[in-house]
């Protein structure tokens, strides 16, 4: 669980349970006075309500922001406790493109305004959590966002509506018993509620969220830390000098990002105590299910850890319980501790939903997120979307979609579809001529920060027109929502169509693989497709894929079984733009796609094909025929005879005997025909 | 005694050895009594008889074998006879009943070995069974582990030992086994075993097929050691076995200090090849060991030679290691470097095995896939080290652009860094730069959409290259025209004055017509309109001002609506609303009505007017000619036209005969690409100035001017008249073919599907062709076997082979057309 992402805490459970417990009471006033209606409401102000409320401001939409605390970002106020943010503030990139370094900005939100630039706000490399909510207030500010503050929703519900947008309005009543309705909610509250695990003696375990952070209350003492997140590490990294030993237990081993490629685990900045393990510092790692344990405190005030059923065995008093050691001797936690911190992350907060909504948790790999489809609306109810940490479930331990550097770009793809669903405004694209298509995609696969960040879940998607002479391009769209394309979109994909992905090499990221091993990068165009290092890959369908086929693909495929494929090959700068190493490859895919010639020309080669052929390559036609020829130069035109793609004509006339090197003997057709590359794909 | 005999017998026998392999006439078998038979029997020669009955029939099965058989038997000196028992001259070789005729060998009048027909099944089992008869002293038949151990003790220090494994005697490896012992009995103790037992006792799996081993025993000195063993891999045949052994007799490591491409040993001549581990006198003597531990791993594979680097003359570069040369000759020698004396291993073999895959799949084709075939991309790529003066044009960035556009008028080039055409455009850019020196008020500038994406973004740009103006006061116009230095300039000269023209005067109008008012545009104008309207004539005006906005930097117009309008009206016979056109070159002044057209039909009217009638097409211009979607009738000429042939079309066009055609003449000084039109027009270039007929629109038929008829008014009508009645004949069609992807794509999915299919537990449903999936897993372990070369050896390989390619490139260039 990384704080990078992590957004606003709702209140203490406590406080909120007195409101549900009584929703009559609450509701009372609201029907008295008729509730204010809205469009759009967003619970949250953290960056990811934050990020909506900025789309929607710019679309001119009517919103509000409900915030309980009275600035925005409260999360990051308390949270992470050591202050320290482990998303990476990178100011430095060496190069201007300003979509570019948002790939290694992890903490700033989109917006028009460049000085909303994280960079602006700390100098640090992991900043300061301080620094975060600084932004957060400006962001807000600066731009304007309604947020209303200090207002804690204490109940959500649905109404039935007919005319409203989705079947129902959603019923929000504030702390002081306003109710607010609203056409579409869009939840962004975060994870808020500390995550706990019940078993004998979890009293006496202190939690993250309170324990100390000053390290001279851990002098000289033994301590054990259930969990093995960043947040254990990084509770263990603030102490590890002044104790005797730290040992951390939890249920699995411990996942480094660097060898899983996914940012919410362990981070590198966090990991003193797996060097000291390793060296035998006296601190350690244990795996055990946390749920079989049990904690007895003895006399001194002293903690033991033992299992669960040996308290069952029913002899309560503290001293004569059993303890693993008396069996097995060598028991390697034999050791007693002076504390146990609980640091087992967070949850999403249920509490305030009706039954009604029936938002429900994930299944059992992502019980602490709210359900929701690929478009991030929730199964339950249409029109109540899940934003930011809560809505990871889509990307969990994949992706980026649980931080601020990854939602940033799903929110904006919630608010495209919104913008459609509701206003006709179809999902933006551009519209070029086919002879762009292979700069288009060089392009985004160049500077696109959405992509890069957001690999696997974002895609852009290239519409091909009829006859393939043109193409609309859409960027970033949720690719698991891919077969439904056309009603989120609004746009039309009838004559087939190309998916951009980024993507890591299928077997090269896991938590016992090694990253590091000899030959892991692949330099050569014929063998991009086991490229290990993020990629993009490029998916040709002849159609539309459908639900059916997106949902039962291949179980480690992003996307259905494509109709051809090409990897472009991993790059150790990250530049896609070698002519032949990258481009090359490229355009030789995307023309045995679409089965034409999709080569730039000269003006006189557009010129000599025009009188000697009926038909032109698309270079010629969209560009020569408009009047728009690249005429080239002398000294290019020079580079061009001596590589022998260029004639030039004004020898011919004296060497006009060997007609049979002439070009234009055999220039009656343009090369062979060759073999499409999907007229073979059928027979395989 | 008689092995000695033998032996001077065999002295003949290398001989004997290079004939084996041709086939010469048949010897046929003769068919002699007994008697003389016995009496063609010599001292010390070997003789094989088959014996039979007189009444046997002439042909059966072993018959045809044992005629076969005669011709290599005859190589090693055994004569062949079929002897026919006749009831007069009873032999006791002659069987008593039909079925137990046999066949026997002599040495001399000696019986050596009697036969059964049946043991002596095909002809290899005849020569193998003969020969092994007759090298029963040279071929040492063994059954137990022991045995072998007994004769490698015997041998150690004094021969070698060939010890082969073949599955039944009478095989054909049998035969290739005892062909090559006759050959090399005497320099090699040859061992023979069936045992399969014994096979596996000396540590190999296959045992389904025959294999032979060379032990060697000679240089071994401490009798406790055992004997090296090389197993030769190739199957065995007599051709191999012999080039086995003679890579076995060749020296283990050679020490050279020549041109590795002007080396040769016996392996080239075998066909296997050369591998040179190059060494310093510095680590000499570490290299010698490295590459005597090579030549051991490749024995039988590859000749393995030490090359001395500091005494060589020739130039190798400077990090290989190691120099691969193939057997193949002309191929020039790799240069290699290998970190790791097994890759050496794994990169012979491999390109054992890459030279088998090139004979089934055309291996060529593959490596053009990474030759760039894009002209624009090349050429800028070629040109990338060249430095453009590009400080002549100011870099915008996004906190400089708007402050700059405000500033002064601009002009803007968008473009990406990574984008070939934008980069070639960008050449042509620095070009009209370098001509605008200090002569112009607008200024160059450049914005390189790789760096600032966002603001190309904010102006519309997402394309490249984008040309756009900025004038103060007025939103930015997109350049329409072509990409190039001349046709850039005109736009900005054109747009130096505003379009339309406010004209005050009557005589500022004339000299607006002449010309003289705006002489130093008229070189990029060559017609001037004016438009000319009453002062009350608002529409029509709103009209033409538009139209000419529209038509800015692409032709002059002016606008005069004074009140004294009528004194040019009358003079040049128009009626208001009116259009002037001057043209200046032909120093013509012709006006047109404008009865209430709107803005676009005048754009309309325009435009056409600056069509020339009989205009010379230029690669810049065809365009706008080809809009009228009318066949070209083309006058080519070498040079300027001959002003006769302009009269005549130009009569012709007056008298309205060409209205279905756009005529048009080409000057090859002008547009040398004209010679390759023509070249796809004729065989042979026909001789110049040439007429001809292109119907580019339908049917792309080509019609040319008979070439000995004169270019007159007359022959042209006449001639145009039978084209038209379908008369002449065209002489080639335009190919009508779709433009096709120039070369096939890598096909991952394929690749991947192979590799997927490797793991069986991840088995795709839709594979339903397992045997296609086979074999593409096999292509795929080859070539990743290959692969796993360290990168740098890679490069090395590849620059390599892309040179090799060069020479070959522009030939095959032009043959492809692109």
């Known amino acids: 669980m990384g704080f990078s992402a992590a957004a606003r805490l709702w209140g203490p459970p406590g406080l909120l349970l007195t409101f549900v417990l009584h929703p009559a009471l609450c509701l009372r006033p609201a029907q008295t006075s008729a509730p204010r209606h809205r469009d759009y409401c967003v619970l949250g102000a953290g960056p990811a309500g934050l990020q909506m409320a900025y789309f929607l401001q710019r679309a001119g939409r009517d919103y509000a922001v409900f915030e309980r605390a009275p600035r925005p970002g409260s999360f990051f106020t308390r949270y992470p406790r050591h202050r320290k943010l482990i998303s990476i503030n990178k100011r430095h990139t060496g190069k201007a493109n300003a979509e570019f370094n948002l790939r290694h900005d992890w903490n700033s939100l989109l917006s028009h305004d460049p000085r909303l630039l994280f960079r602006h706000y700390s100098r640090a490399y992991f900043p300061d959590a301080g620094d975060m909510v600084r932004y957060l207030d400006d962001f807000a500010d600066r731009l304007g966002l309604h947020v209303l503050y200090n207002t804690t929703i204490a109940h959500v519900t649905l109404n039935k509506d007919r005319q409203a947008w989705n079947g129902h309005y959603f019923i929000l009543t504030d702390g002081m018993g306003h109710a607010h309705r609203c056409s579409v909610l869009l939840v962004a509250t975060g994870l808020s509620v500390p995550n706990q695990v019940d078993f004998p003696g979890s009293e006496y375990v202190e939690g993250y969220e309170s324990v100390s952070v000053d390290p001279k209350d851990f002098e000289g003492q033994n301590v054990l830390i259930l969990g093995r997140g960043n947040s254990a590490f990084e509770t263990a990294e603030n102490i590890l000098g002044v104790t005797n030993f730290i040992h951390m237990l939890s249920r699995s081993r411990v996942r480094l990002s660097w060898a899983t490629h996914y940012v919410g685990d362990l981070r590198a900045i966090n990991n003193g105590l797996l060097d000291t393990y390793q060296l035998k510092s006296l601190d350690g790692l244990l795996e055990s299910d946390l749920t079989d344990l049990a904690v007895v405190k003895d006399r001194e005030g002293k903690f033991h850890v033992t299992l669960k059923f040996f308290l069952e065995e029913g002899n309560q008093s503290a001293d004569a319980i059993t303890l693993p050691q008396d069996d097995s001797d060598n028991f390697a936690m034999r050791v007693a501790y002076d504390r146990v911190i609980r640091c087992l992350g967070w949850n999403f907060d249920f509490s305030i939903f009706n039954k009604s909504l029936r938002l429900s948790s994930g299944g059992e790999f992502s019980k602490k997120y709210p359900l929701v489809k690929a478009s991030y609306e929730s199964k339950g109810s249409r029109g109540l979307f899940v934003l930011g940490t809560a809505s990871h479930s889509v990307d969990y331990r994949k992706s980026a979609g649980g931080f601020i550097h990854g939602f940033r770009y799903t929110v904006r793809a919630v608010h495209r579809l919104l913008e459609h669903r509701h206003h006709s405004v179809a999902w933006p694209s551009t519209q070029h001529p086919i002879s762009q298509l292979t700069s288009s995609i060089v392009r985004r696969v160049n500077e696109a920060s959405g992509l890069y960040q957001m690999f696997g879940v974002l895609a852009d998607v290239v519409l091909l027109k009829e006859n393939a002479t043109a193409f609309e391009y859409l960027e970033e769209f949720p690719m698991q929502m891919l077969a439904q394309l056309e009603t989120i979109t609004g746009r039309k994909a009838r004559h087939g169509l190309f998916v951009i992905n980024m993507e890591y090499g299928r077997n090269f990221s896991g938590p016992d693989k090694d990253v590091f091993f000899y030959d892991r990068s692949v330099g050569h165009t014929e063998d991009a497709w086991q490229s290990n290092f993020l990629h993009p890959v490029i998916y040709y369908y002849r159609h539309l894929p459908t639900e059916q086929e997106v949902r039962f693909r291949p179980a480690d495929w992003a996307l259905p079984r494509p109709t051809a494929i090409h990897h472009i090959v991993e790059d150790f700068l990250t530049d896609w733009t070698a002519p032949v190493g990258h481009i090359l490859p490229l355009r030789r895919f995307l023309e045995n796609c679409l089965d034409t010639d999709l080569r730039s020309f000269y003006a006189e080669s557009c010129f000599l094909f025009t009188l000697t052929h009926q038909k032109l390559p698309p270079f010629c036609q969209q560009g020569y025929l408009r009047m728009q020829g690249l005429l080239g130069t002398e000294s290019l035109w020079r580079h061009g005879v001596e590589s022998g793609l260029l004639r030039d004509y004004t020898i011919v006339g004296r060497r006009r005997e060997d007609q049979g090197q002439g070009p234009l003997s055999s220039s009656q057709a343009p090369g062979p025909p060759v073999q499409p590359l999907d007229s073979n794909k059928e027979e395989l | ?818």
């Open chain 2, 1 to 818: 005694m008689m092995s000695s005999s033998f032996n001077i017998f065999r002295v003949g026998i290398s001989f004997v050895m290079m004939c084996i392999f041709y086939k010469s006439a048949v010897d046929s078998l003769s068919e002699l009594s007994p008697q003389k038979y016995f009496s063609t029997l010599q001292p010390g020669k070997a003789s094989l008889a088959y014996f039979c009955q007189a009444d046997s029939p002439r042909t059966s099965v072993f018959l045809e074998e044992l005629n076969e058989a005669v011709k290599p038997l005859q190589d090693y000196g055994i004569s062949v006879a079929k002897v026919n028992c006749v009831k007069e001259e009873t032999s006791r070789y002659c069987g008593k009943e039909k079925d137990l005729v046999k066949a026997y060998l002599f040495r001399g009048n000696i019986l050596l070995r009697e036969f059964p027909t049946d043991t002596l099944f095909d002809v290899n089992a005849i020569v193998a069974h003969v020969l092994f008869a007759l090298l029963f002293n040279e071929v040492k038949y063994i059954t137990t582990l022991e045995d072998l151990q007994n004769i490698e003790n015997a041998l150690k220090g004094k021969a070698n030992i060939a010890f082969s494994y073949v599955r039944a005697i009478g095989t054909p490896e049998h035969r290739a086994v005892m062909e090559a012992a006759f050959v090399y009995g005497t320099t090699y103790q040859f061992v023979l075993t069936t045992e399969t037992a014994l096979l596996e006792s000396i540590g190999t799996e296959d045992i389904k097929n025959a294999h032979l081993y060379f032990f060697h025993c000679k240089q071994v000195l401490d009798l406790t050691e055992q004997c090296r063993r090389t197993l030769m891999e190739p199957p065995l045949t007599t051709l191999n076995i012999h080039r086995f052994i003679k890579t076995m007799e060749a020296p283990l490591l050679t020490e050279v200090a020549e041109d590795p491409q002007q080396v040769s040993t016996v392996h080239l001549q075998l066909g296997l090849p050369l591998v040179f581990i190059v060494s310093q006198q510095a680590t000499y003597e570490a290299d010698r060991r490295t590459a005597e531990w090579v030549a051991w791993r490749l024995l039988g594979k590859a000749g393995v030679l030490l090359l001395l680097r500091d005494s060589l003359e020739v130039d190798i570069p400077q990090h290989a290691n190691v120099v691969f040369r193939r057997a193949e000759e002309g191929v020039p020698v790799e240069f290699l470097v290998l970190h790791d004396v097994d890759l050496i291993i794994s990169c012979v073999e491999s390109n054992m095995h890459i030279e088998e895959i090139q004979e089934d799949e055309d291996d060529m084709e593959s490596s053009d896939m990474d030759i760039q075939d894009d002209e624009v991309a090349e050429t800028v790529y070629r040109d990338r080290k060249r430095r453009l003066p590009l400080e002549l044009t100011v870099e915008l960035t996004e906190e400089t652009f708007n402050a700059t556009v405000v500033a002064s008028d601009s002009i803007v080039l968008f473009y990406a860094g990574w984008q070939a055409v934008s980069m070639a455009f960008l050449q042509s850019y620095i070009d009209l730069a370098i001509k605008l020196k200090g002569t112009s008020n607008m200024l160059l500038t450049r914005v390189n959409c790789a760096d600032w994406s966002d603001l190309c973004t904010k102006q519309n740009v997402t394309e490249f290259p984008v040309v756009k103006m900025y004038k103060e006061g007025k939103s930015p116009v997109s350049y329409p025209g072509m990409l190039g230095t001349e046709d850039l300039l005109k736009f900005i000269q054109l747009n130096r004055i505003s379009c339309p023209v406010n004209i005050t005067s009557v005589q500022e109008a004339e000299e607006y017509l002449s010309g003289e008012l705006y002489e130093d545009l008229i070189s990029y104008s060559s017609v001037s309109v004016l438009g000319l309207f009453s002062p009350n004539m608002t529409t029509a005006k709103e009209d033409f001002t538009e139209a000419g906005n529209y038509l800015k930097g692409c032709v002059i117009t002016g606008i005069y609506s004074e009140d004294d309008v009528l004194i040019l009206s009358n003079k040049y016979a128009a009626t208001l609303p009116a259009l002037l056109l001057a043209r200046h070159k032909e120093g013509k002044i012709e006006s047109i009505p404008l009865a209430n057209s709107p803005a676009q039909d005048i754009v309309q009217i325009i435009t056409d007017a600056l069509l020339e009638t009989f205009p010379e097409i230029t690669v810049e211009n065809l365009p706008i000619y080809l809009r009228l979607q009318k066949p070209l009738l083309i006058l080519f000429s070498d040079g300027s036209i001959n002003p006769q042939y302009k009269k005549a079309i130009l009569t012709l066009v007056n008298e309205k005969h060409l209205d279905s055609l756009t005529p048009c003449w080409l000057n090859l000084k002008n547009t040398p690409v004209g010679r390759g039109v023509l070249q796809a027009y004729f065989d042979a270039l026909p001789p110049l100035p040439l007429l001809v007929v292109v119907n580019l629109h339908s049917g792309g038929h080509v019609f040319a001017f008979p070439s000995d008829q004169a270019i007159t008014e007359q022959n042209l009508l006449l001639w145009l008249k039978k084209l038209e009645a379908g008369l002449e004949s065209h002489i080639t069609i335009l190919p009508a073919q779709e433009w096709k992807p120039p070369l096939p794509a890598y096909d991952f999915l394929s690749m991947m599907d192979a590799a997927a299919s490797q793991h069986p537990t991840r088995k795709d449903p839709e594979c339903t062709k397992e045997t296609d999936a086979q074999e593409n897993d096999k292509k795929h372990e080859d070539k990743s076997a290959f692969r796993k070369e360290p990168i740098e050896t890679l490069r090395i390989k590849h620059w390599n082979r892309s040179n090799l390619f060069k020479g070959e490139k522009s030939f095959k260039h032009d043959n492809k057309e692109l």
